[in-house]
């Protein structure tokens, strides 16, 4: 399996370790090689580097059945291509598995027609490929990819259940990378506005911590915007437990960890209607979906679920039931093993 460091900032990172942590490594026994991390140009390049070296020796020895390679765009895709070009060589069968909130915004307006054609070469040339929803595996299947698409979801490890009693009223909980596609800017301004003076904002993440950071004092919020960098794992499960909401109102998204992670723990949400959310998400049900940019919709949202402690509630009721129905690791984590064995790989 190809992907990021443990340790490294996002998604990709959070996914792996629930693969890790639920025992699917020790299942089909997988060694896993980081060819990214975070850190400075020559440390990510030792980093690529090492993983080809130890992917060719593993290669040669052929010790190798199936290469699972995480993916997402830009400089993800084309770190990748040297080892879809080594599996390749050795004809040994490799899962594309797509997580880039951005992937069509890289292939469709930032790319030509030469580079388009050989990013649909390297997907068609897999054994199958991997999206986290229905509407990538569409978007997909619509710019011409013809091996088989699987929509499979990103998987959580169910948390303990806790008492909503416990929860401080006001509490917004954003964890992410800070930024303009996360709507960060959007969540500031919308606690900015009269009605929702309430809210409080517990902003976890890195990113552009200095531009909100000084949106929230220029709109006169900085008493009620609390940056806290990015939190390890105590310290996220911590906030997961004390907020009242959780807002990620994204321009776009594959499907964010932090969403399901905070459904999990019994948070109602508000979010955006982009990526695979709406596959986690229905409108009314487990929070409210409110389209990217709407400033005042977000400030709306949050004054109701502020205001109807019994609302919050059971949409964060209806948040834990969809995810431990849907996105628990004991759903999601036997259809990925049904197709290594689809793909001739059997458990140990």
């Known amino acids: 399996m190809l992907g990021t460091d443990f340790t490294t900032q996002g998604g990709v990172a959070s996914v792996v370790k629930v693969y890790r942590e639920a025992g699917l490594f020790a299942r089909y026994?997988?060694?896993?090689?980081?060819?990214?991390?975070?850190?400075?140009?020559?440390?990510?390049?030792?980093?690529?580097?090492?993983?080809?070296?130890?992917?060719?020796?593993?290669?040669?020895?052929?010790?190798?059945?199936?290469?699972?390679?995480?993916?997402?765009?830009?400089?993800?895709?084309?770190?990748?291509?040297?080892?879809?070009?080594?599996?390749?060589?050795?004809?040994?069968?490799?899962?594309?598995?797509?997580?880039?909130?951005?992937?069509a915004i890289f292939y469709e307006k930032e790319s030509g027609a030469r580079r388009k054609a050989l990013i649909r070469r390297v997907f068609n040339s897999s054994a199958a490929v991997v999206v986290l929803s229905s509407a990538w595996r569409d978007w997909m299947t619509g710019i011409g990819i013809e091996v088989p698409v699987h929509a499979i979801h990103n998987p959580v490890v169910l948390p303990p259940a806790s008492a909503w009693g416990n929860r401080q009223s006001g509490d917004v909980l954003f964890l992410g990378r800070l930024g303009q596609r996360k709507g960060s800017f959007d969540l500031v301004e919308a606690a900015a506005r009269p009605a929702a003076a309430r809210a409080r904002l517990l902003l976890g993440g890195d990113g552009d911590v200095a531009g909100v950071r000084q949106r929230a004092a220029a709109l006169g919020v900085a008493d009620r915007v609390e940056m806290l960098g990015w939190v390890g794992a105590e310290r996220r499960a911590a906030l997961l437990q004390q907020a009242w909401i959780y807002c990620l109102p994204s321009y776009n998204e594959g499907l964010p960890m932090s969403l399901l992670e905070a459904m999990a723990a019994g948070l109602p949400v508000i979010t955006s209607p982009v990526g695979g959310i709406p596959d986690a998400v229905t409108d009314g049900v487990e929070g409210f979906l409110v389209a990217p940019g709407d400033v005042d919709g977000i400030a709306a949202r949050l004054v109701q679920m502020i205001a109807d402690p019994d609302l919050a509630r059971r949409m964060g009721s209806a948040a834990r039931h969809k995810v431990e129905r849907t996105f628990s690791s004991a759903v999601i984590l036997p259809r990925l093993e049904t197709l290594y064995r689809q793909l001739g790989m059997q458990p140990a």
């Open 29 to 103: 026994p997988s060694v896993y090689l980081a060819t990214h991390r975070d850190g400075g140009a020559l440390r990510k390049l030792a980093a690529m580097l090492g993983a080809m070296a130890r992917f060719g020796w593993l290669l040669l020895q052929q010790r190798v059945g199936l290469v699972h390679i995480h993916v997402a765009s830009r400089a993800s895709f084309w770190r990748k291509m040297a080892f879809v070009a080594l599996a390749r060589l050795f004809r040994v069968p490799y899962i594309m598995h797509l997580h880039g909130a951005e992937f």
